[in-house]
């Protein structure tokens, strides 16, 4: 597991998995950008896309999804300096009230016609500072109900203790991290 810096700023990190040679941003944009990549998983799981947002047409769902996945890239990639990714950023656990050390968050797509089912899936190293670890097309209501969902969760804690073990839990540890691993 590497890690990539998104924002030369520092504020915005993907992980390169293990075998993989694109930081999981760009596989996750790549793949949500793929018609028959999309018409595959939407005809896969065309019971929750119709029970849970009542939508019946694959192909709708495939251009939706492209529209939605270029728009959260536009809003990924062009990132102000000034921009505050806490708001784009929440905590995945809706009910948690306080921040926690490397905390789980999520980002949501903004699709206008239907509530966006793209997920970003992120490490909260401190206050503006986010190490992407997946994402997913999410069509229920929780994570676990899924295969697919259920592996970016566990994907999150695999990063997360990964952190851990490296002593790393604030950004300028992560920072440190990644300029050693780069000098060697």
């Known amino acids: 597991m590497r890690f990539e810096r998104i924002l030369e700023d520092g504020r915005l990190w993907a992980v390169i998995y293990e075998g993989e040679n694109v930081n999981i941003l760009e596989k996750l944009f790549t793949q949500w950008n793929d018609y028959e990549w999309l018409k595959g998983f939407f005809t896969k799981h065309i019971e929750d896309l119709t029970s849970f947002f009542h939508i019946t047409d694959i192909d709708r769902a495939v251009f939706d999804t492209v529209d939605d996945a270029?728009?959260?890239?536009?809003?990924?990639?062009?990132?102000?300096?000034?921009?505050?990714?806490?708001?784009?950023?929440?905590?995945?656990?809706?009910?948690?009230?306080?921040?926690?050390?490397?905390?789980?968050?999520?980002?949501?797509?903004?699709?206008?016609?239907?509530?966006?089912?793209?997920?970003?899936?992120?490490?909260?190293?401190?206050?503006?500072?986010?190490?992407?670890?997946?994402?997913?097309?999410?069509?229920?209501?929780?994570?676990?109900?899924?295969?697919?969902?259920?592996?970016?969760?566990?994907?999150?804690?695999?990063?997360?203790?990964?952190?851990?073990?490296?002593?790393?839990?604030?950004?300028?540890?992560?920072?440190d991290y990644y300029n050693d691993e780069n000098n060697r």
């Open 70 to 175: 270029n728009d959260l890239e536009c809003l990924i990639m062009d990132i102000a300096p000034d921009a505050n990714l806490d708001e784009l950023f929440r905590p995945l656990e809706n009910l948690r009230l306080s921040e926690a050390l490397l905390g789980r968050e999520k980002a949501k797509g903004r699709y206008h016609t239907h509530v966006s089912w793209l997920r970003l899936y992120a490490i909260r190293l401190e206050s503006g500072r986010y190490i992407i670890t997946g994402g997913a097309i999410k069509l229920t209501a929780t994570m676990q109900e899924r295969e697919h969902t259920l592996e970016e969760l566990n994907r999150l804690n695999r990063v997360r203790d990964y952190l851990i073990s490296l002593g790393i839990c604030e950004y300028q540890g992560l920072e």
